[in-house]
């Protein structure tokens, strides 16, 4: 028992330092917390503005287009002229019109019944088999009546196809003021023949012009 009595003193002292070494430690490790610096979340991802459509900028182009289109000429919504030849025989031409050894290469009599408010007419013959091909040209006529080889060889050259049947198709279009020189090429195919022949529709006064229009078609066919 005495000797327990004399280790009593001892193992207290012994307790009291590591009571004293313990608690310097955690002031140690508070103060260590404390000067640290605070962790953050990761910052989120950066997002894309938002993207500005171009329609709510500035109107669609096919609104644009729509909006400048100028009105089709449609020359079937017209009165139709009437025309007739001595030289079309059953929807088939006599081979003096054409510019062959069989032809005189002379222009189809051609007649039709006057436009009232024409001023003069546009005649036209063109082959629809070889991408309209241009064989008589003729504008600001007055007459509505035209002997046998009327045209000038400046106006008028023969079907001259090199083999087979073609369709050669007359146009008369009777108009309000005088055409200028449309930019159609005589003896030449013309494969925008239609949008060429719409400058007839205007004059002084802008659309309007062609009062009416008439056509006449027939073939001829080439011997071999």
């Known amino acids: 028992m005495k000797h ?3 280790l009593l003193p001892a ?10 070494a313990s608690c310097g430690a955690a002031s140690d490790s508070q103060q260590e917390s404390a000067s640290a610096p605070a962790l953050t979340s ?3 991802e950066e997002t894309a503005a938002p993207e500005v459509s171009e329609e709510s900028t500035e109107p669609e182009e096919s609104m644009k287009a729509e909006e400048s289109a100028a009105p089709v000429f449609d020359p079937e919504s017209l009165p ?33 019944e006057p436009v009232a ?3 003069c007419y546009a005649v036209y013959m063109v082959d629809t088999t070889a991408n309209y091909w241009l064989h008589w040209k003729s504008l600001n006529i007055s007459e509505t009546s035209l002997a046998a ?7 008028y050259v023969g079907p001259y196809p090199p ?21 159609s090429r005589f003896d030449s195919g013309n494969s925008k023949f ?22 006449l078609s027939g073939t001829y066919t080439r011997e071999s």
């Open 194 to 215: 239609e949008q060429i022949i719409a400058g007839l529709d205007q004059n002084s006064s802008g659309a309007g012009n062609v009062l009416a229009y008439g056509t």
């Open 149 to 155: 080889g009327a045209a000038s060889g400046t106006e």
């Open 11 to 20: 193992a207290a002292a012994l307790l009291t330092l590591l009571c004293i």
């Open 42 to 44: 990761a910052e989120p």
């Open 80 to 112: 139709a002229i009437t025309l007739t030849s001595e030289d079309l025989h059953d929807g088939v031409w006599d081979a003096d019109i054409t510019n062959t050894s069989n032809g005189s290469n002379r222009s189809p009599q051609l007649s039709w």
């Open 163 to 183: 083999s087979g049947t073609h369709e050669y198709e007359i146009r008369v279009y009777a108009l309000k003021e005088a055409a200028e020189e449309d930019q």
């Open 4 to 6: 327990i009595k004399r």
């Open 117 to 119: 408010g024409a001023s």
